[in-house]
């Protein structure tokens, strides 16, 4: 599974961004998929993730309420909206893919497949 993430860049604080995972085979819908971030000199952290095909999505309480996760089956891609934006959002996110589906979607270490990681960077 190859992962494209992209839809990152500069914005003001408030602002916002939607990012793009696409998928070169069938995963949504089908695995789980997360949304990880890791801003400059931090571990990556967990954001989002969409489990057990699609019918329960968790978010991390820093982005609940702010950032959403859709699908689109038929592109084979997941989107996070990412409203309200604030300068501790400023991070690189990353789409990845657990085919093992591990009940530990939050963690790093469930995950089989990466994108390349899109920069996000919020201005004060």
């Known amino acids: 599974v190859q992962l494209q993430a992209s839809g990152g860049g500069p914005v003001q604080a408030g602002g916002s961004l939607r990012l793009s995972c696409a998928a070169s085979k069938r995963t949504v819908g089908r695995y789980n998929l997360g949304w990880f971030r890791q801003a400059p000199g931090k571990e990556c952290e967990f954001v989002a993730a969409?489990?057990?095909?699609?019918?329960?999505?968790y978010y991390a309480d820093s982005v609940k309420g702010r950032f959403t996760v859709s699908r689109d089956n038929a592109k084979n891609t997941v989107y996070l909206q990412m409203n309200s934006l604030k300068p501790e959002d400023t991070a690189v996110y990353y789409c990845?893919?657990?085919?093992?589906?591990?009940?530990?979607?939050?963690?790093?270490?469930?995950?089989?497949?990466w994108g390349q990681g899109t920069l996000v960077t919020v201005s004060s």
């Open positions: 990845a893919v657990d085919a093992g589906g591990s009940p530990q979607y939050y963690s790093t270490l469930s995950y089989d497949y």
């Open positions: 969409i489990v057990w095909g699609g019918f329960s999505i």
